[in-house]
């Protein structure tokens, strides 16, 4: 995969502790920037995926009023934790 260099200004205590780190896990601390960013960058990416499903979950809602109560949710989870690999509970109205 093609890359591209970038600079980064990093604080003098947190450019040290890389290098600890890297010199532990056997890494140098151009991978240990690396894989911190991507980590990042793949952690933001399902955050904000998991928050527009909500929002598509809310106006789904919103528009069609069908749903699943609490307590429905709750006796299904119930039953899963049991052993019990029962279907998910219909929405309705």
Known sequence: ???TPV???LDDDVHVRIKALA??????????????IRQYVEHREKREEYLNDGLRAWEAYDQTGLHVSHAEADAWLEQLADGDNQEPPS???
Do not use: I
């Open 1 to 3: 995969m093609p890359t």
């Open 7 to 9: 600079t980064v200004n």
């Open 91 to 93: 929405c309705h109205p």
């Open 23 to 36: 010199e532990v896990c056997g890494k140098s601390s151009h991978w240990m920037m690396r894989e911190a």
